[in-house]
Every structure is written in C-alpha cells, then in structure tokens.
C-alpha cells in the first residue's frame, strides 16, 4: 500500500531512515517547519532552514524515491521571541510561491501566549492572501486550552475550514475538532502522543473522513515508521483496505492537493 507521511521532520533523520520508510510503502512524505530544539537566534538561520527543506530535502528523499513537500512557517515555540520573530514574519512570504510549499505551517500555540496568537493571526493571513492550506499545532501541555482557542481564532478570522489541518490530536481534542469540521490528523509518537493501538481507537470511533495519521518523526525518541505500524494495526482490527488508503494515502493528498501543487504518480 502507498502511504504517504504528513507530517515527517526529515532533516533531522538519516538518509538510512528515508530508505526504511520507502521500502515500508511511504512514497511521498510533507515536512512541516519546526524548533530546532536549540533556540535561534537570528532571522538568517530560519531562512536558510527554509531553503534546506524547500531544496535539499527533496533531493534527499527523492534519492530512495520519495516525493517531499514541505510547509512553511514560524513555529509556534519561536513566535514568543517578538523581536526575532516580527524579523522572520516580515520576509516569510517570499518562500510561500516555491516549488513544493503545501501549507502554512506549523502554526498555533506552544504555551498558549499573545505573542503566539499574533503570529498565528499574521501567518493565517498569508495562507489566506497566498491561497495555501494551514497546518495547525495543537500543544503538548494544556492542549485541550490551546486547541479550543486555535478554534477560536479561526472562526474568528472566517477561515475556510476545508483548509485546515488541526494536528496532534488525542482523545482529549478530536470529538471537538470533528465537530468543528476541520480535518483532524494524528500523530502517532512515542511517550507523548498515540500509539498505533489508540490511533486505531480514535479511527474506529470516529471514523475515517477528513482524518490523517502522521509520524512526526523528528531528533526526539520517534519513529518514521510509525504510519506504517498504524497500518498494520488497522488491518489487525479489520480496517477494509479502502478505509486504510483513504487514512494514509487519499486524505492527506486531498488536503495538501488544494495548495495546486501536489501532483503525486499513482495518486488516482
């Protein structure tokens, strides 16, 4: 089965872990921007950062045959440094035209602030302006708090809510979420997120419209392999084949599909 992982932080695995995923079925991967993990410092390392997952990620992946993509954004931690942020804000929108940009994202809140709230009301407004998808971070600490306020802000702003990715989402959130109409992904992430029992959970309770299964595998204790665990836990359950191509493969084609740049071989 072709799977396609949308939301997958490569920069930070090996080449060795491009070349697992693509003999485990990931044909096509969607690499949001993200923290570092060591705070930045300066506008300049953000957009060469940009440049990277724009550009040399791809040429990594497609190396063992994966298509990538990527998202553009402010990563909800950074936007709490105002100054360096208004920095990165002021000149983010030349890299929302590039080959390969599918969404604004991550967005949303880290520590449920104003300043992130600013920089989530700044970037909607260029996913709008640019006519991209949005990808929105839900946060790891008082998530319930910061999903119902990203809601919140988009209804505010009259967001179209087909464009819209709510990510990360737990037990805790998704009834929400789905009511409100969003597409809901899920990561599924050692620790501190789902495994593939309770993803599997999620989707026989909820469904599997609008819905996405992601790793985002990243320099922390994750696994790139995690959206083909998943699969392999939905066929265990008796998840009909169609249902896991749609979770894995048709709705996150659907969803980034509408940035007009997505064009994946075997994808009909």
């Given amino acids: 089965m072709n799977i396609l992982d949308p939301h997958a932080h490569m920069v930070s695995r090996t080449t060795d872990d491009y070349e697992k995923m693509a003999l485990a079925g990931v044909r ?71 080959p390969g940009v599918v969404a604004v994202g991550e967005i949303g809140f880290d520590l449920v602030t104003d300043a992130e709230e600013h920089a989530i009301r700044r970037q909607v407004e260029m996913a709008q302006k640019h006519r991209l998808p949005i990808l929105v971070h839900t946060p790891h600490r008082n998530k319930e708090k910061g999903t119902e306020r990203n809601l919140k802000i988009l209804a505010d702003m009259g967001v179209d809510r087909n464009v819209v990715l709510i990510d990360h989402n737990t037990e805790e959130t998704i009834a929400m979420v789905k009511e409100s109409g969003y597409w809901a992904g899920h990561t599924v992430y050692p620790m501190t997120k789902l495994s593939p029992e309770r993803a599997a959970n999620i989707l026989e309770e909820f469904g599997t419209e609008k819905m996405l299964v992601n790793s985002s595998c990243d320099w922390g204790p994750s696994d790139p392999l995690s959206v083909p665990r998943t699969v392999h836990e939905m066929r265990r359950r008796g998840f009909s084949e169609a249902d896991i191509r749609k979770v894995v493969w048709e709705n996150p084609i659907a969803f980034f599909a509408q940035s007009g740049r997505m064009n994946i071989e075997g994808s009909s």
């Fill in 28 to 98: 096509a991967v969607v690499e949001p921007s993200f923290w570092l993990g060591q705070p930045r410092t300066q506008a300049g390392s953000f957009f060469d950062y940009f440049d990277s997952i724009i550009e040399w990620e791809a040429q990594r992946a497609a190396n063992h045959g994966i298509q990538h993509f990527c998202c553009i954004a402010l990563n909800p931690r950074e936007a709490n440094n105002r100054k360096l942020a208004e920095e990165v804000l002021a000149q983010l929108e030349r890299y929302l035209d590039r």
